[in-house]
Every structure is written in structure tokens, then in C-alpha cells.
């Protein structure tokens, strides 16, 4: 189903329960606690989803996952609540994100992925062009730049 930005407050939060709960085992404490600090407020999300295609799944009425499509190809957020993992969440996700790809014409998809869902983008037919270490809040982390030709 399509969200808005008006879902901002319940995506931050399922981030941040994505980073914590899936992430930890590619990432240390300290690299996850950079990532989404626990104090961390959700000022500047709701401005970063705006204008973007907002995707979200529901478990009956639990928020389960949810992605974004910025207009010029670039898949920002993929992210599945720890409680709905395995089931094919993500994957699903991101097949109804390369569908609004290509339904709006789009030549290529493009995202900066954590080492937790680089196998879901690879699964879709997204390619690794580069490994990168991102600094965050002190820390370094690893994330891979991917690419899928429509």
C-alpha cells in the first residue's frame, strides 16, 4: 500500500527497530547505536520522505515494513520490523519499488545498502558497484553502492 509522509512518526520508529533488532548481527553496538543513536529525535525524516514514493506493508494491522522512491531513481529506505522478518517483507517491498520504477520510466534504480539487506537487493537483480565506509557519528560503516538497470 502507498503511505505519506503523515506515517513519518511510525516509519522512524520501525527503522530504528530494524537497525537494532536486525542489523546487529553485521554491525557492532557501537556502529548500530551510531546509526539510529537510542535518544535519536525523528527531526528531518518526515522532510527526507517528502516527495518520494512511500511503499508500506501491513501485518494485519502491525506496520511491517516499509521503502521509498525518490524521483530520480534512488531506493532510500527498505526496511522490515524484526517481528515480520522472513517472510518475504523485504523482497516484496522492493519489487513493488522497481515496479514504480518502472512504471514512471526510470532507466535505473540506484541505493546505498547495509550488509543486512544487500542479499534482498541481489536477489532483485541489483548489482554491487562499490563497498564504501560511511562515517557516522564516529563510527565507520560499511554499506555497498547498487545499482539495477530497468
Given at each position: ?9 511510525a516509519?522512524f520508529a520501525?527503522?530504528?527497530?530494524a537497525i537494532?533488532g536486525?542489523?546487529a ?64 517483507i ?15 520510466g526510470l532507466?535505473?534504480?540506484?541505493a546505498?545498502?547495509?550488509?543486512t ?9 541489483f ?5 564504501q565506509?560511511v ?16
Amino acid at each position: 500500500e502507498t503511505g505519506d509522509v503523515e506515517d513519518a512518526p511510525a516509519l522512524f520508529a520501525l527503522q530504528g527497530a530494524a537497525i537494532h533488532g536486525l542489523a546487529a548481527r553485521d554491525y557492532s553496538p557501537a556502529q548500530l547505536a551510531a546509526w539510529a543513536p537510542p535518544d535519536r529525535a525523528g527531526g528531518g525524516f518526515a522532510e527526507r520522505l517528502a516527495g518520494t514514493t512511500i511503499l508500506v506493508a501491513w501485518r494485519g494491522s502491525a506496520l511491517a515494513g516499509f521503502a521509498n522512491l525518490t524521483a530520480d531513481g534512488l531506493v532510500a529506505f527498505l526496511f522490515v520490523h524484526p517481528e515480520a522478518a522472513g517472510r518475504g517483507i523485504g523482497a516484496s517491498l522492493l519489487g513493488a519499488v522497481i515496479d514504480a520504477g518502472r512504471a514512471r520510466g526510470l532507466a535505473r534504480l540506484a541505493a546505498h545498502v547495509s550488509l543486512t539487506a544487500r542479499s534482498t537487493f541481489e536477489r532483485q537483480g541489483f548489482q554491487v558497484e562499490a563497498a564504501q565506509k560511511v562515517q557516522v557519528r564516529g563510527e565507520v560503516l560499511t554499506n555497498f553502492r547498487m545499482h539495477l538497470d530497468l
